[in-house]
């Protein structure tokens, strides 16, 4: 076994110490597994693991490794095995509140009964009542599972009247009543990180807006960063903690989690200037660059396990003991969401090498994990798997637009724009505005079979669209967004903490437009400060482009930009803009300033 390999077959993974989980015939998800429980008349027992995942390792251990569970298993299911980081789309159908998820169903993928972790003793017994109503009462099976059927496929809700800060407020409103004034976070325990969320709060902090936003993130923060959700001996965040406290963590540490904290702590100390929240990118970085990073490829490994019995050694006792299992898989959304969260710890921190690394994986997913005709692939493990995720396609989009905004290069945009003609041609549902959350369903029958509309993923594409009608000048991309969005307009209330991201992308929607352009020669470090001015300017939303007069020569002057031999910066904000200006802290100042004035205009039109 490869260092770092995750355990098991090439196949399944299973947990990495001794188990017999490997023993139950597990297949793989697909059209066989299908044909065979049709052919011999059983039902399929899914489960739905994941290879970082501390209770799917228990339940490997002792469930699946229970002689008599694996033999009822073999005997009247057909098992099929799927990890939920490379399968989201099956995932997202079948998870039923966490990991493990095992699910029942038909042999068209419907759903018979669904549960998490379930010890032997109880697993035995459900095995049998299972596969008893199977066998025994089909008919009222099939029409209990059609009236679920008709529900799922009831008409799309009505989408609401349209766009106003009112909707922002509300996610805001959700957030300050699930606010944990003495522990800081939201909500109890479990108690969760939602980075989403504190990204809303600190969008609208630096819009001003009123209420105890920053008393809330101040809080919170140094709750977290001090507590035992983070790591102190090596950095990173775990997943979330097991106590409202956060002092008992669940131990694993989840790629897709970090990025997201990295921007969090990034944007707050742009907003503060607190060291300590420098610390924590910096601690989190380490963390990335130490554990999950592959210098040969400078792509980012999905995941970490959870050792507890590790984590709770001393540093100096860690270095003794084989750190946890690393899940060497790369993801193409989550390596584009690290790479935006190094570019933004590059924009505010005096670190140029964030934005090498964060190019130098965006590069890996662009050259290994993307085609134009097929779209993102979601996975690489030597060769690209699933192709056509709307989540995928989001993420990379942001990224592209995060690399052309730091000075990238303008290739960075030409991707954009191909990612983004890719979604609206391939994922765009053209009756609803909303975008689907895959090309291919996982199935050609029942519940497999139908496509989602994923608000989160949704959003999240909105959010890049907005950017690139802006660095483009191209509207249809602005009136893909806003069908996209009008979809969950009369809905978004219903996903509580889960609307951060839809109050955002709204947000972004409803302000006056914040446009910055460069002019200098990229790799100038006097470009580089201007580029960072526009970007710690302490406003919620900018866009900012870097021309290169060596590239342009003498169009430049058709632009309308001058260029004397100095970077100069020109900003526009909503319809109002200055004169060019060359010193980054004036071109901060400035934004700051023009922005207050135009919002304040903006709500009056």
Not at 177 to 183: I, M, N, P, T, V
Not at 430 to 443: I, K, M
């Amino acid at each position: 076994m490869a260092k770092d390999e995750a355990p098991g077959s090439a196949k399944f993974f299973f947990s990495p110490r001794p188990n017999r989980a490997h023993e139950i015939d597990w297949m793989e998800w697909g059209d066989e597994a299908f044909r065979r429980a049709r052919e011999e008349k059983r039902p399929i027992l899914l489960s739905v693991s994941a290879v970082w995942c501390h209770w799917c390792h228990v339940m490997d251990e002792t469930t699946f490794s229970d002689g008599q569970v694996i033999q009822v298993i073999n005997s009247r299911f057909v098992g099929v095995r799927v990890d939920s980081d490379r399968r989201p789309d099956i995932n997202s159908r079948y998870n039923q509140g966490g990991w493990p998820t095992v699910a029942f169903l038909t042999h068209e993928g419907e759903i018979i009964a669904g549960t998490t972790y379930v010890p032997p003793d109880q697993m035995g017994r459900l095995l049998n009542d299972v596969a008893d109503v199977f066998e025994r009462s089909a008919a009222d099976l099939d029409a209990a599972i059609e009236y679920v059927r008709e529900r799922r496929n009831a008409p799309a809700p009505v989408p609401g009247g349209g766009f106003d800060a009112s909707m922002v407020d509300y996610v805001v409103d959700v957030a300050e009543k699930a606010y944990d004034s003495e522990a800081g976070g939201f909500g109890n325990e479990p108690k969760f990180l939602y980075a989403g969320m504190l990204g809303l709060l600190l969008s609208r902090l630096a819009a001003d807006a009123p209420g105890n936003i920053a008393g809330i993130l101040r809080h919170t923060l140094e709750k977290m960063a001090y507590g035992n959700i983070y790591d102190q001996s090596e950095g990173g965040f775990f997943r979330y903690s097991t106590t409202r406290d956060w002092s008992v963590p669940h131990y694993e540490k989840l790629l897709e989690d970090n990025a997201a904290m990295m921007t969090v702590y990034a944007d707050a100390f742009n907003l503060s200037g607190e060291a300590d929240y420098a610390r924590t990118v910096y601690g989190i970085h380490d963390y990335l660059t130490k554990t999950l990073l592959d210098p040969g490829t400078g792509a980012f490994a999905g995941s970490q396990d959870a050792d507890e019995e590790y984590y709770r050694l001393a540093a100096d006792e860690r270095t003794a003991r084989k750190p946890p299992l690393v899940d060497r898989t790369v993801y193409s959304g989550l390596n584009a969401r690290t790479a935006s969260a190094l570019l933004r710890a590059f924009q505010v921190l005096e670190e140029v090498e964030f934005r090498s690394q964060a190019i130098k994986a965006l590069e890996f997913v662009y050259e290994h994990l993307w085609d134009d005709d097929a779209g993102p692939y979601h996975y690489f493990n030597g060769e690209a798997n699933l192709p056509g995720l709307l989540t995928d396609a989001a993420w990379i989009l942001s990224a592209c637009l995060d690399a052309y905004e730091s000075g990238a290069g303008e290739r960075w945009l030409d991707r954009a724009l191909r990612v983004a003609g890719w979604m609206l041609g391939h994922l765009q549902d053209h009756g609803s505005g909303a975008f689907l959350d895959c090309v291919h369903p996982p199935g050609s029958r029942g519940l497999p079979s139908e496509k989602t509309r994923p608000p989160v993923d949704n959003s999240v594409a909105a959010d890049g669209l907005i950017r690139l009608a802006q660095n483009s000048g191209q509207k249809k991309y602005d009136e893909a967004a806003r069908r996209a969005l009008l979809y969950f307009s009369g809905t978004f209330q219903e996903y509580g903490m889960f609307a951060a991201e839809y109050a955002v992308s709204v947000a972004r929607l409803l302000d006056p437009p914040v446009r910055v352009t460069v002019v200098g020669t990229p790799d100038d470090a006097a470009t580089v400060e201007l580029i960072r001015g526009a970007h710690r300017a302490r406003i919620p939303f900018r866009s900012v482009e870097v021309i290169d007069p060596e590239a342009y020569g003498d169009e430049l002057e058709e632009t309308g930009y001058g260029y004397t031999g100095t970077p100069v910066a020109y900003a526009c904000i909503g319809t109002a803009c200055q004169p060019p200006v060359s010193d980054p802290k004036e071109l901060s100042a400035r934004l700051e300033a023009g922005w207050t004035d135009a919002t304040a205009r903006w709500g009056q039109a």
